[in-house]
């Protein structure tokens, strides 16, 4: 009893309490009682809808962080994409024995392609002579067959760019000898329309614009001049072939006389199946069209032009000899000179600009060219006699040459990337197939319209030529301004 005496006096020793602090404690008890009796539970419904909206918050967050994490996954994959898969195109030679050899091979393909559509004006005059068709529906053959040759260009042109260019030209190659083989058989208007007009043009369309624009990219400083010298195969075979078909068809008759061009075709096309071979690295992705182009001026201007001189070029190339032998009353033999001389005078007129736009610029030169060729144009309109005829001929023919020998390479000029040169090429020549499908026709109709007297066509020729050169100036004073100094 006395020890816990003494335990219960040590503890109030160690822990004294005071009356005031047990009051105290009794009144925060009391408060905290009270407290509680006026926290108030929140009803159900209430609950749930709070659940609710923290639940949608929180997913919105989650939707807004994916969203982003996404599009920098996509960004980086393109970014990726972009500088590994589409690299910037090594800096072509400028030169060297490989290059020249393309240029040599590129001779041979507008040889057998544009050599061979500009003559069609030697078949013009004959199948006047023997089809019972106006010289206006006759002449839709050569315009399906250049149509079809450009308006190709669009697909063909971007399988250089995709590293398919062997293939492509092997097909081609194939389907356009195929075609003149199959013409030498065909003796009605629909048949020779089915063989030369679409076989043949498919074919060189398939082969001629990767061709051309695979010569334009083993170039930059002196691509003018080595485009220029390929082009030159086109007055080549303007010449070559009509002097084959004048002279042949008398001794051995039209089927023959066209084995054998299709005999040249298939050699010079399996020389170039050996020797021409692409630069670059193949650029798998990319589209066919490319829309980007639609939105330059100076891609929308060039095309423009070219539209318009097209149009009427193929008109006077496929009506000269009919003009010869209808308002001059010359033979089928000598009116044949007319399309020999319009392709073969411009021969040397295909280099010379290629020379000065290598210096100063290709607009700049076609220019001052398509001045030119509106005036020759116009004079068509005095020529009453022979000798008229032979000097406008051969004057024409310096003109066109001259323009026709760097449109590959204006509209290569006016192309950022040399791998989309194919691409852009392509898009240019289809448009202006348009010209080259109507224009004879067009001025056929004219013909036609005026009992068959030339002077409308004439100068509806003259006009589209004119407005072609307008365009090219326009062009050139919008990106240059009016200073010749400047290079474009």
Not at 214 to 239: D, E, M, P, Q
Not at 260 to 280: D, G, K, Q
Not at 288 to 304: E, L, P, S
Request: a positive charge; aromatic letters at 12%.
């Amino acid at each position: 009893m006395a020890s816990q005496e003494h335990n219960d006096q040590f503890d109030e020793k160690q822990h004294p309490v005071s009356p005031g602090a047990q009051e105290e404690s009794t009144s925060n008890t009391q408060a905290h009682d009270n407290d509680n009796d006026d926290v108030r539970v929140p009803p159900k419904d209430d609950l749930e809808a709070a659940q609710r909206t923290t639940t949608r918050d929180s997913r919105a967050r989650i939707s807004v962080d994916l969203r982003r994490t996404a599009s920098n996954v996509l960004t980086h994959a393109a970014s990726h994409l972009t500088t590994r898969s589409w690299p910037e195109p090594p800096p072509p030679p400028d030169g060297g024995l490989t290059a020249w050899v393309q240029v040599a091979m590129g001779w041979l393909v507008i040889f057998t392609t544009w050599g061979w559509v500009n003559s069609f004006g030697s078949f013009q005059t004959y199948y006047t002579s023997t089809l019972p068709e106006s010289p206006s529906t006759i002449s839709w053959i050569g315009s399906v067959q250049i149509w079809f040759c450009l308006v190709i260009s669009v697909f063909s042109g971007r399988l250089l760019d995709a590293g398919l260019f062997i293939p492509t030209f092997f097909v081609g190659a194939v389907i356009q000898v195929l075609g003149i083989f199959l013409m030498s058989i065909s003796t009605q208007y629909w048949s020779l329309m089915l063989t030369q007009g679409i076989l043949t043009g498919i074919g060189a369309g398939i082969f001629f614009t990767p061709s051309l624009a695979l010569v334009a990219t083993y170039f930059k400083k002196r691509r003018a001049l080595a485009v220029g010298l390929a082009t030159t195969g086109n007055s080549a075979g303007g010449i070559v072939y009509p002097v084959v078909v004048r002279q042949l068809i008398p001794q051995l008759g039209f089927a023959w006389t066209t084995r054998v061009l299709a005999f040249i075709n298939l050699a010079c096309l399996s020389t170039v199946l050996i020797f021409m071979r692409p630069r670059l690295p193949p650029r798998r992705s990319g589209p066919i069209i490319d829309f980007a182009a639609f939105r330059d001026f100076a891609f929308n201007g060039v095309v423009a032009g070219i539209f318009c001189l097209m149009m009427a070029n193929y008109f006077s190339f496929y009506y000269i000899a009919s003009f010869g032998r209808e308002e001059l009353g010359l033979s089928y033999s000598a009116a044949s000179i007319m399309v020999i001389l319009i392709n073969g005078a411009g021969i040397i007129f295909r280099v010379i600009p290629p020379l000065i736009a290598d210096r100063v610029g290709p607009i700049n030169v076609m220019v001052p060219v398509t001045l030119a060729w509106s005036i020759v144009a116009f004079c068509w309109l005095a020529v009453h006699n022979v000798t008229g005829l032979y000097v406008f001929t051969v004057f024409y023919g310096i003109c066109a040459g001259s323009f026709q020998c760097l449109i590959a390479t204006a509209v290569t000029s006016i192309t950022k990337r040399l791998d989309t040169v194919g691409t852009r090429l392509g898009m240019a020549f289809s448009i202006s197939s348009f010209a080259s499908l109507t224009g004879p026709p067009i001025g056929g109709a004219i013909q036609a319209a005026n009992g068959g007297k030339f002077v409308g066509a004439e100068a509806w020729a003259a006009s589209m030529t004119t407005i072609g050169f307008f365009l090219f100036l326009f062009v050139r004073v919008h990106k240059a301004g009016w200073n010749p100094k400047v290079r474009f």
